[in-house]
């Protein structure tokens, strides 16, 4: 059973009780772009027990440079089914459920539940703030990931304990900043980035102490730079002041 996760039980503090925490997690990835996809990927491959996986998005060709869960043959095709079929195909003893709809208010609570943790594909701040309220409302961890042009951001916002994304970006409008379309993305920060976000998953996943609960990781490719910073609560934050 656990052969082809030989090279991750070895790893010291891993072993088969870090493989048998994995397989009873379920993992939701909000969103199945160029994060969601090298997320996905990496999760499926651990061995996690069961993920969610939610796009509202048909697969496009201009995708297809950085979203590496696709290929010629998904075009047309609603990414979550597209991403299903893929990771199914990585990993059949996963559990994989894929919702092609667009999280908003009315669906979020469908999103989220039963889930031990939410890790960020989105693009768009109105959706992260939706699924960011649902986390704190069911007490369930949000890993915070962005990426655009060759700089990127990860967070742990974590009920109870930390910062929520409400606190951090709560004046921050989706028309103030860059859009994929006009400034682009380098593949190589959308990989950087994805990589930050699974690991600190893991880790809470393991029990292990994230780096990132209660600070923001910002990392730019171009300059090789990377910084981290702590981010505090605010205490009239309308989400989490009374968690």
């Known amino acids: 059973m656990y052969e082809r996760y030989l090279r991750q039980t070895v790893l010291r503090d891993f072993g088969l009780e870090g493989q048998e925490k994995l397989r009873k997690t379920s993992v939701c990835v909000v969103g199945l772009g160029g994060l969601g996809s090298v997320v996905s990927l990496y999760l499926v491959g651990m061995g996690v027990g069961r993920l969610r996986i939610i796009d509202k998005d048909i697969v496009e060709k201009v995708n297809l440079h950085r979203q590496i869960l696709y290929d010629m043959e998904d075009l ?19 559990h994989i459920e894929a919702l092609a709809y667009q999280i908003d ?11 031990d ?41 974590k009920p109870s304990e930390t910062a929520c994304f409400e606190c951090i970006f ?44 209660g600070k923001m990781a910002f990392i730019d490719i171009r300059s090789l730079s990377f910084y981290v910073f702590e981010v505090s609560r605010n205490p009239k934050c309308p989400i989490c002041s009374n968690t």
């Open 76 to 94: 047309g095709r609603l990414k979550a089914y597209a991403a299903r079929d893929k990771l199914r195909r990585l990993n059949p003893e996963v």
């Open 105 to 115: 208010e009315d669906s979020v609570e469908e999103a989220v539940q039963g889930v």
């Open 117 to 157: 943790i939410v890790l960020d594909g989105l693009d768009n701040f109105k959706t992260r703030r939706i699924v960011n309220k649902a986390c704190f409302e069911y007490s369930i961890p949000y890993v915070y990931a962005s990426v655009i042009e060759t700089y990127g951001s990860v967070s742990i916002f």
């Open 170 to 213: 709560r004046d921050v409008s989706d028309d103030e900043l860059p859009r994929c379309e006009d400034v682009g993305v380098l593949p190589a920060a959308v990989g950087v980035v994805a990589s930050i976000e699974v690991a600190e998953a893991i880790k809470l996943i393991l029990g292990w102490k994230p780096n990132l609960i």
